[in-house]
């Protein structure tokens, strides 16, 4: 299973962007979903997930009210629409399949990683 992120780019502090993540095959409509994101000298860290039915959306504090994920399940596909960027929200961004049908904040949990698309947020 591949999983491909997209829709990064740059944009203007108080912009928007809003990311994609397909899967290559539907496998992945049982599984929760994840974005994590790693800026530059730190690691990477949780930003948001969701569960495999669409339920149970978290975020990581430094983004909540901000982001939203969602999920088209027929499709395979996660969306990480991200309004009021910052320029701290400057990273390459993950998207990634949970070993269970539920999302963690935890990487270990996810055993699919997307190749990562970049954000870069202007001041």
């Known amino acids: 299973v591949q999983l491909q992120a997209s829709g990064g780019g740059l944009v203007q502090a108080g912009g928007s962007l809003r990311l994609s993540c397909a899967a290559s095959?539907?496998?992945?409509?049982?599984?929760?979903m994840g974005w994590f994101r790693q800026a530059p000298g730190k690691e990477r860290e949780f930003v948001a997930g969701?569960?495999?039915?669409?339920?149970?959306?978290h975020y990581s504090d430094s983004v909540k009210g901000r982001f939203t994920i969602s999920r088209q399940k027929a499709a395979s596909l996660v969306y990480l629409q991200m309004d009021s960027l910052k320029p701290e929200d400057t990273a390459v961004y993950y998207c990634?399949?949970?070993?269970?049908?539920?999302?963690?904040?935890?990487?270990?949990?996810?055993?699919?990683w997307g190749q990562g698309t970049l954000v870069t947020v202007s001041s």
């Open positions: 969701i569960a495999w039915d669409g339920g149970s959306p």
């Open positions: 095959r539907r496998i992945v409509s049982n599984n929760g």
């Open positions: 990634a399949a949970a070993r269970s049908a539920y999302a963690s904040s935890e990487a270990s949990a996810y055993t699919r």
